[in-house]
């Protein structure tokens, strides 16, 4: 008498088969589908790096040339000042 049977029928030889057989294909889409799905991810990560260094780049800029504004009206004052004769603080004390 046996106790191991070691001759695997048909049937069991088929249904390992196709087991196999389906854990290969899912296991290949699945690596498929996760390459896809990280080109995906990188060019929307690298859309979005670009769009908020460009947002952060022009609120400075925004906030820099309404700075710029008042050096460059003292600037113009002053030209005109000296443009149309004015004295400075020198001359008036003296």
Same mark, same amino acid.
């Given at each position: 008498?046996?106790?191991? !049977?070691?001759?695997?029928?048909?049937?069991?030889?088929? !249904?390992?088969? &196709?087991?196999?057989?389906?854990? &290969? &294909?899912?296991?290949?889409?699945? =690596?498929? $589908?996760?390459?896809?799905?990280?080109? *995906?991810?990188?060019? $929307? =990560?690298?859309? !979005?790096?670009? !769009?908020?260094?460009?947002?952060?780049?022009?609120? &400075?800029?925004?906030?820099?040339?309404?700075?710029?504004? *008042?050096?460059? $009206?003292?600037?113009?004052?002053?030209?005109?000042?000296?443009?149309?004769?004015?004295?400075? $603080?020198?001359?008036?004390?003296?």
């Amino acid at each position: 008498m046996k106790l191991l !049977n070691l001759e695997w029928g048909l049937g069991f030889k088929l !249904n390992v088969f &196709i087991f196999v057989s389906v854990g &290969i &294909i899912f296991y290949v889409i699945f =690596l498929y $589908n996760y390459d896809v799905s990280k080109k *995906i991810v990188e060019k $929307n =990560l690298k859309t !979005n790096a670009e !769009n908020l260094t460009t947002a952060t780049v022009l609120r &400075i800029d925004k906030v820099l040339s309404s700075v710029q504004k *008042i050096p460059d $009206n003292f600037a113009k004052d002053h030209r005109l000042f000296e443009l149309f004769g004015g004295r400075d $603080n020198e001359d008036i004390t003296h």
